[in-house]
């Protein structure tokens, strides 16, 4: 089973930027289809953006689209988030997740067999 560990979350102000990456151990990461989720307090834990394998598919959650960009680089077993124009709403801890399968059919949480530990991003108004 693959490990996850994410980093770069942090306090951001309205309309700053923040990258989010999650490091993968093993050799299996580049077979995975991957995603971010997020869990703000009180709410349910919602996925923002999800890649394939190899990166020929993507999505996004409406609310995040235009403005976050989901990458990986397999090579380095490493996947990536990039924020732009961050809304206070974005607050939440962001989980970086594997499947063990080239794609996903959905996004749930159901849906991905691994977690990392979560990173805490924080945007102020």
């Known amino acids: 089973q693959v490990q996850l560990v994410e980093s770069g979350g942090g306090l951001v102000h309205t309309g700053g930027s923040l990258r989010l990456s999650c490091a993968a151990s093993g050799r299996t990461f580049s077979s995975y289809a991957m995603a971010w989720f997020r869990q703000a307090p009180g709410k349910e834990r919602e996925a923002v953006s999800g890649?394939?394998?190899?990166?020929?598919?993507?999505y996004y959650a409406d609310s995040v689209k235009g403005r976050f960009t989901i990458s990986r680089d397999n090579a380095k077993n490493t996947l990536y988030l990039q924020m732009n124009s961050l809304k206070p709403e974005d607050t939440a801890v962001y989980y970086c997740?594997?499947?063990?399968?080239?794609?996903?059919?959905?996004?749930?949480?159901?849906?991905?067999?691994?977690w990392g530990q979560g990173t805490q991003v924080t945007v102020s108004s």
């Open positions: 997740a594997a499947a063990r399968r080239h794609y996903t059919a959905g996004y749930y949480p159901g849906d991905f067999d691994s």
């Open positions: 890649i394939s394998w190899n990166g020929d598919n993507s």
